[in-house]
């Protein structure tokens, strides 16, 4: 009872959240402009703006004007209520259910059920549509999820469940803390039955497509833009003031820094050319907003091979670099130099107390030489490896910073080796590599998005760390009332084992015209919403 | 020419199958698969995409599905962008690059013939030495530097003319990547012309044309300029297809939704159905405009027979 209450009370203050801040909320005395229309950089094309079908950040941007999922992000980050105005959870934490908002309705007027969510959800698992994001319904522990993505079991084996028109059920296999956080990533989102089944893939097509967002397709044209319109059906469309969002898929950073300054794209994508970047931020400063990402760039060590099987070696290569010429120097655009693989911006975690980035470079330096004497290299016997990064002008930079501050620090031999990007993945997957380049994004806002890379058996573990102690410590955090000691105790493991080097945590960097009200974005998983946004006179 | 145009047809279908065949085991041996992202994909949910694109049949097989599909004019689905199929993204991206390159075709022969024209009869006075530097200047300026160059004047600081974007063509959203698109054709295209022209020029017809008192305009358009174009057209065939078929830089920097983008995404995303596609239709075409350059031969100049 007392659960239930602290819930509700839970709900309730997210409520508060919603209605305040997850709208465009114009201050007063601000003039809007006649055209309430806002054009966005968006990398590039989108694979799909199916939400079950999606992949990667451009059709992930789209479908969150397009769609409206459980729950959202408020622009500090935080979790605040989508189509479920609130949610419960049982006492042995393994059914959520969520409760949907009567006033949700489709584009084309027909309300949002929990039939869609089900349906959705369903979809996302089902072989057949072979999701590349059906994993995630497995992270997030719905039940069955695994047996359904390996044929054993058919979809409608689903933990989920329509209890009636409004209310959305799912059970898990095992209780996970961080479960509705999980529910803002775009594959979740819920997609309307009647139109996919009478459809097919022809249903995300500028007239045909229906969706239950803020905003609705217009048009499309591959490689050009995607053009959005105001959802009239939109359960709080009467705070939307925006009446059109254009998305323009321009990969290159200095065509789509040309675009901004020709007034053609108000508000850029993620990254901003480099060599452009002391210019923008000495002639655009009040437009350029940097915002801490839940991202971290690092070297793996393969260490199932000699030289760095051994332990000695790769702290000696790690202590060697020096962050802070990385991120001051080539990269400048307010990086944070780090020892650690998560981010301190994710939620509910503290970094832990590292010795080491509380000694000087050179001192750092001295204890590198000393240990890779012991590891029984030296300037007859020099250590020679290869690093692989794939071709890219920023990660070329930072290879060769690096690879030089080892030669002089250690007097070690580097090649460098650039590969092309699937070539570079490959390679790295099979354990082609001494040393390679290596980056994550956060997939949601806890750090187990981050320390699972290296548990033993992730996909991503390029290192192949194997560590029983670590991977029992991430599965202790996750039955844990308070994780935050788990999550601790793993990042001192990895400073231990070294694995990796962790180098920086990136940002955001983007330019917004002066003209666009209503940006403040400070969600470290850089998850907009154009609806957030008005126009202002200019 | 019938038989002309009959033999070129039973010699097209097999060059043609050779290519597919090349291109499709090319793209199936190059490192990594459409589905290898940085998260490598669980074993099960791999085994799905893969059973779903065929991609779990022996490499032979996938060849003769693919060879099948093809006959029914079915160039299979995008294996990047899953809400097209190859045939869609086609349709679409097509116009959108012939369009562009046919105007830029246009322009590049009316200005490259008149100045390689104009250069070859005033040959070594100053406007031979003008146009020539100005075509040499369009030679060695690479597209990606002419093309921001004239983005940063026209559309930044004048804000003249768009600085990207193509909205079906609109007339402002041609002018700066067909300029872009035309300048390297128009250089090379007048120097191959003035080369040709002097040579013509010195021909004995040529001085028996001018022995008999003929007007100059008259000796150029009625005797010269014939035989003048015939190493511009042999030029211009290969060239046509490749303008057409789209640019990825010009694409790229004015964010145009063509045919040149859609490749080097392409083979950069391993869209093995897409390269394909595009292949095929960059191969037709080519094969289609070489044939109509000897048919054109034979047209110019009649010592050229086919039999």
Redesign the interface.
């Known amino acids: 009872m007392i659960l239930k209450k602290i819930s509700h009370a839970v709900c309730m203050s997210f409520l508060c959240i919603g209605i305040a801040t997850h709208a465009a909320v114009v201050p007063e005395g601000v003039k809007l402009d006649k055209e309430q229309r806002l054009i966005r950089g968006n990398g590039?094309?989108p694979?799909?703006?199916?939400p079950q079908?999606i992949?990667g950040t451009p059709g992930s941007a789209i479908a969150r004007d397009l769609f409206e999922g459980l729950v959202s992000n408020a622009q500090d980050g935080s979790v605040i209520p989508g189509v479920a105005e609130r949610w419960d959870v049982s006492k042995d934490k393994m059914v959520y259910t969520f409760h949907l908002r009567k006033d949700a309705h489709w584009s084309n007027g027909d309300p949002v059920t929990a039939e869609d969510f089900v349906y959705a959800f369903q979809r996302g698992v089902d072989?057949?549509l072979?999701?590349?994001y059906?994993?995630y319904f497995?992270l997030a522990a719905i039940k069955n999820a695994?047996a359904i993505?390996?044929?054993k079991e058919d979809r409608s084996k689903l933990g989920v469940k329509a209890v009636d028109g409004h209310t959305f059920q799912v059970t898990l296999e095992k209780p996970l803390p961080y479960f509705v956080k999980m529910m803002v990533h775009t594959t979740t989102y819920p997609v309307p039955k009647k139109v996919v089944e009478k459809l097919g893939?022809q249903w995300?097509?500028p007239g045909k497509m229906v969706s239950n967002g803020a905003f609705k397709l217009k048009s499309w044209?591959?490689?050009?833009?995607i053009v959005l319109e105001r959802n009239a059906e939109y359960w709080d469309n009467k705070h939307t003031v925006l009446n059109e969002v254009v998305f323009?898929?321009?990969?290159?950073r200095?065509?789509e820094l040309?675009?901004y300054?020709?007034?053609?794209v108000y508000l850029t994508y993620e990254r901003l050319p480099i060599e452009q970047f002391k210019r923008i931020k000495k002639e655009m400063a009040d437009e350029l907003h940097i915002t801490s990402q839940a991202s971290t760039y690092y070297y793996s060590f393969y260490t199932r091979k000699k030289p760095f099987d051994d332990v000695k070696v790769r702290k000696a290569l790690s202590l060697a670099i020096n962050r802070e010429v990385i991120t001051d120097k080539i990269l400048g655009m307010g990086q944070l130099p780090t020892f650690n693989l998560t981010p301190a911006n994710i939620d509910g975690f503290k970094a832990p107390e590292n010795n080491i980035a509380k000694l000087s470079q050179k001192e750092r330096n001295e204890m590198a030489k000393k240990l890779l004497a012991e590891a029984g290299y030296s300037k007859d016997k020099p250590l020679s490896f290869t690093l692989l990064y794939n071709t890219d002008d920023n990660h070329k930079k930072i290879a060769v910073a690096i690879a030089s501050m080892w030669k002089k620090t250690l007097g070690a031999k580097v090649s460098l080796e650039n590969q092309?990007?699937?070539?570079y993945?490959?390679?790295k997957?099979l354990g082609n590599f001494q040393v390679a380049r290596a980056g994550?994004n956060g997939d949601y806002n806890e750090a187990s998005t981050m320390l699972d890379l290296m548990t033993s058996k992730n996909?991503?573990n390029d290192p192949k760390y194997n560590n029983p102690e670590y991977d029992q410590l991430l599965v202790n955090a996750v039955k844990a009332e308070n994780p935050g000691e788990f999550y601790l105790k793993a990042e001192q493991l990895l400073a231990r084992d070294v694995p990796i080097a962790p180098i920086y945590h990136d940002v955001t960097a983007r330019l917004v015209k002066p003209f666009v009200g209503g940006y403040h974005n400070q969600d470290p998983l850089n998850n907009i919403y154009s609806k957030d946004y008005y126009i202002i006179k200019h | 020419m019938l038989k002309l145009i009959m033999r070129r047809l039973v010699i097209a279908v097999p060059t043609l199958l050779i290519l597919i065949a090349i291109s499709f085991f090319l793209m199936h041996s190059?490192?990594?698969?459409p589905?290898?992202?940085?998260?490598?994909?669980?074993a099960?949910?791999l085994a799905?995409?893969e059973?779903?694109y065929h991609l779990n049949e022996p490499v032979w097989k996938q060849f003769f599905i693919y060879l099948g599909n093809l006959l029914q004019g079915d160039l299979g689905p995008s294996f990047?962008?899953?809400?097209?199929t190859v045939n869609e993204?086609l349709a679409?991206?097509f116009p959108v690059s012939a369009k562009l390159g046919i105007a830029s075709f246009v322009v590049a022969v009316l200005f490259g013939v008149t100045f390689g024209v104009v250069a070859a009869i005033r040959q070594n006075t100053w406007i031979d030495y003008t146009s020539m530097t100005v075509a040499m200047t369009g030679v060695v300026i690479p597209n990606f530097v002419l093309a921001?160059l004239m983005?940063?004047i026209f559309?930044?600081m004048y804000?003249w003319l768009?600085?990207?974007?193509?909205n079906d063509g609109q007339f402002k959203y041609m002018i700066l990547p067909v300029i872009a698109m035309a300048t390297h054709y128009i250089a090379a295209i007048a120097r191959i012309t003035r080369g040709s022209m002097i040579e013509v020029l010195n021909s004995n017809y040529i001085r028996t044309a001018r022995a008999k008192g003929l007007p100059g305009g008259y000796i150029i358009f009625r005797h010269a300029l014939r035989p003048t174009l015939l190493p511009v057209v042999s030029y211009l065939g290969p060239a046509f297809v490749g303008i057409i078929t789209g640019s990825v830089v010009i694409?790229?920097?004015?964010?145009?939704?063509?045919v040149g983008?859609?490749f080097v995404?392409g083979a950069?995303?391993?869209d093995y159905s897409m390269v394909m596609g595009l292949t095929i239709l960059i191969g037709v075409l080519t094969i289609s405009f070489n044939a109509i350059v000897d048919i054109l031969y034979g047209l110019i100049d009649p010592k050229i027979r086919y039999a």
């Open positions: 590039s094309e694979a799909s703006i199916d079908k992949e072989p057949k072979a999701s590349n059906a994993w497995e695994g993505i390996n044929g893939s995300t097509r044209v591959v490689n050009e833009k323009l898929p321009i990969q290159e200095n065509a040309d675009r300054r020709a007034n053609e092309e990007w699937k070539t993945l490959d390679n997957r994550w996909s991503l | 190059a490192p990594g698969s589905f290898t992202s940085e998260r490598a994909l669980p099960e949910v799905n995409i059973a779903k990047k962008y899953k809400d097209y993204l679409q991206a921001p983005v940063l559309a930044i804000r768009p600085a990207g974007g193509w694409e790229t920097i004015f964010n145009i939704g063509g983008q859609l995404n950069l995303n391993r």
